[in-house]
């Protein structure tokens, strides 16, 4: 009897889809992914490593972020290839709460072992991310700015300076655009203890995706702070892949490290991300300082000129520079809300004057409400108040109140400072090595920095005496902090120091010992009659050593000082200080000093230093002369 053929034809079927070759996975399964994966070496390419922040250590690899959150293998952190691995196995995971599935949390790695491994629109699952979606589509990014708000005299946390990147999308205005931040969670405001928390990694770094408009009304009007906005040469594909990275890092944690592990370091990885030929994160020295950011991206060649923002309060100050004092009395009045915007017409000004006077006391206004000194209701009654008198005044000229750009950031020195040099004390020769780590002393040049404020850390210098043949700590540093903030009719700060090291001091009998201090104080700060900075602070002195009864000695002082930048090569510094030991030593100390920094090149410059020093009837003169290189 013949077997039909449809029974034949049948049994074939069977046995081919039961057979071990059609049992085997589809293309598109986390096995053959995997494998294929392995074989392309997917997990020692560059693009997985910036992705995972990856940075090479003696025994392997190992992610700069902390956060276990960001990994999917418990490996993760020091071992790309399980990662790797764990992550294409995540993407085929079973549907979980909208936007905590792989897919949504990791839509830079997505997008890049789609186009790596070939994997297709129909080869995963269908996974909603609403929020991101909707997020992608606000954004609508079509290009990157990279922003640098200056320094912030006043915070220990801000004064070197910071750097955001911008999202900007097809409308003209900036404001409405979105910016990625990453900054520590750091809310001390004493600078021992700021210094000591980010020096050694006590702090968690978050990046934040957040309105532009935000960050411009922080830094512009609440923090005093200019802004500078560089573009950077990236084609719109590139700018994507920086948003989904950005996306990936949101709710993240890392250690932060100030000098190293800081928002400018973070932010590199960021424009890798975009574009992974850069290497910038390679180019990193020890050290890391925001304006390395825009110094490794302008070396790249992706860094298109600088755009400078002025802050609200240096629009204050240039629009007070233009009336006298009384005219700033009455702006200030009506801003306060202490006076009628009709006075200004009555108070004998001229047209020009009025409109001074009522476009300051608008900008007043504006930093008041910005500081929460007004409710919103308040603020709305006053600010129209003053622009219905202001309107009636006309227009007036469209750069009247232009602040002219300063030097922008990359134009400053260097954060290390190697200095060589010598001097004579007490009529004994000496020379003299001083290392400065980081990062801007009161003398340094300006150009690029915030005048008026200092702040250093390990500081070092050592000196050698050729006629005893001797070498001798003359001082170490650990933190030396010094804020003078000018005040005005509108601003009104306080002046602050704090330093802790070792210095070599003359002791009451007359001979020099080497002791353990720290300084503090607080006072007041106001511009000079040419354009500097004048001060003068209360302070304590806490000093340690074996020269000490009970080896301690503490004592109030004063001290007086001007800042003065005499030509764009020649700055001034003028110093008296007083402290009177009262525990531990009957030491009365008086010292005057004259110093002057000569700025050869943008990296080089010539410090001379001259002092006098009575120390209970002993006197004390040296002079120092040093040449010092920034790098």
């Given at each position: 009897m013949a077997i039909p053929r449809s029974a034949v034809f049948a049994t074939l079927w069977l046995l081919l889809l039961f057979s071990p070759a059609a049992a085997a996975a589809p293309p598109s399964q986390p096995d053959l992914l995997t494998a294929r994966a392995r074989s392309m070496g997917l997990a020692a390419e560059r693009n997985w490593h910036i992705l995972l922040h990856y940075k090479k250590t003696s025994g392997g690899f190992k992610s700069r972020i902390s956060d276990p959150n960001f990994f999917l293998s418990p490996e993760g952190r020091e071992n790309p290839e399980a990662e790797l691995e764990a992550t294409i196995a995540g993407f085929f995971q079973p549907r979980s709460v909208d936007g905590e599935h792989p897919i949504c949390r990791f839509p830079a790695r997505l997008e890049w072992l789609k186009e790596r491994l070939g994997i297709g629109p129909g080869d995963l699952q269908e996974v909603a991310c609403p929020a991101q979606k909707e997020l992608l589509q606000t954004v609508d990014a079509r290009s990157a700015?990279?922003?640098?708000?200056?320094?912030?005299i006043n915070s220990p946390a801000s004064m070197f300076g910071h750097t955001l990147l911008r999202f900007d999308g097809p409308t003209k205005s900036n404001l409405i655009s979105f910016a990625v931040n990453y900054a520590a969670d750091a809310n001390d405001s004493n600078g021992l203890l700021y210094a000591y928390k980010g020096l050694f990694g006590k702090?968690?770094?978050?990046?934040?995706?957040?309105?532009?408009?935000?960050?411009?009304?922080?830094?512009?009007?609440?923090?005093?702070?200019?802004?500078?906005?560089?573009?950077?040469?990236?084609?719109?594909?590139?700018?994507?892949?920086?948003?989904?990275?950005?996306?990936?890092?949101?709710?993240?944690?890392?250690?932060?490290?100030?000098?190293?592990?800081?928002?400018?370091?973070?932010?590199?990885?960021?424009?890798?991300?975009?574009?992974?030929?850069?290497?910038?994160?390679?180019?990193?020295?020890l050290l890391v300082h925001p304006t390395d950011t825009i110094e490794l991206t302008k070396q790249s060649g992706i860094l298109e000129e600088g755009v400078y923002r002025p802050s609200q309060g240096a629009r204050i100050v240039k629009m007070a520079s233009l009336l006298d004092g009384e005219r700033q009395k009455a702006a200030l009045k009506l801003g306060q809300g202490e006076s009628d915007p009709a006075a200004a017409a009555n108070a004998g000004a001229s047209v020009e004057e009025q409109r001074g006077i009522l476009d300051l006391a608008a900008e007043v206004a504006q930093l008041r409400y910005a500081r929460k000194e007004l409710e919103k209701d308040e603020y709305n009654k006053l600010y129209l108040k003053i622009l219905a008198q202001r309107s009636r005044l006309?227009?007036?000229?469209?750069?009247?109140?232009?602040?002219?750009?300063?030097?922008p950031p990359d134009a400053g020195h260097r954060t290390t400072k190697l200095g060589v040099g010598g001097g004579i004390r007490r009529d004994e020769w000496f020379g003299e090595v001083r290392l400065q780590p980081e990062f801007h002393d009161m003398l340094d040049p300006d150009q690029g920095y915030i005048r008026g404020a200092q702040i250093k850390f390990l500081e070092t210098a050592l000196r050698y005496a050729p006629e005893h043949d001797r070498f001798w700590l003359k001082s170490m540093h650990l933190v030396d902090i010094f804020s003078t903030a000018p005040r005005d009719r509108f601003f009104t700060p306080l002046s602050w120091k704090v330093a802790a090291g070792w210095d070599t001091e003359a002791m009451k009998e007359g001979r020099d010992s080497l002791i353990f201090r720290v300084n503090t104080g607080g006072g007041f700060a106001a511009r000079s009659p040419f354009g500097?900075?004048?001060?003068?602070?209360?302070?304590?002195?806490?000093?340690?050593?074996?020269?000490?009864?009970?080896?301690?000695?503490a004592g109030p002082g004063v001290s007086l000082g001007a800042l003065e930048q005499l030509t764009a090569w020649w700055k001034l510094q003028l110093r008296g200080e007083g402290f009177y030991y009262l525990l531990g030593d009957d030491r009365l100390a008086l010292k005057g000093t004259v110093a002057q920094n000569f700025r050869l090149g943008q990296n080089e410059s010539l410090g001379l230093e001259l002092s006098y020093q009575e120390v209970q009837g002993h006197p004390v003169r040296e002079a120092t002369m040093l040449w010092n290189r920034y790098f």
């Open positions: 700015v990279l922003v640098f708000p200056v320094g912030h702090y968690k770094g978050y990046y934040s995706l957040m309105p532009y408009y935000l960050k411009v009304k922080e830094y512009g009007d609440m923090e005093h702070r200019d802004m500078w906005e560089y573009r950077l040469r990236l084609s719109q594909a590139e700018v994507e892949r920086m948003l989904l990275h950005t996306l990936e890092l949101e709710r993240i944690s890392s250690d932060y490290f100030f000098l190293d592990e800081n928002c400018a370091f973070n932010l590199l990885f960021l424009i890798e991300a975009a574009r992974p030929t850069l290497h910038l994160t390679d180019q990193t020295g006309g227009k007036g000229e469209d750069d009247a109140y232009a602040v002219a750009p300063p030097p500097g900075i004048v001060h003068a602070l209360g302070e304590v002195d806490l000093n340690a050593g074996r020269r000490f009864a009970g080896n301690v000695a």
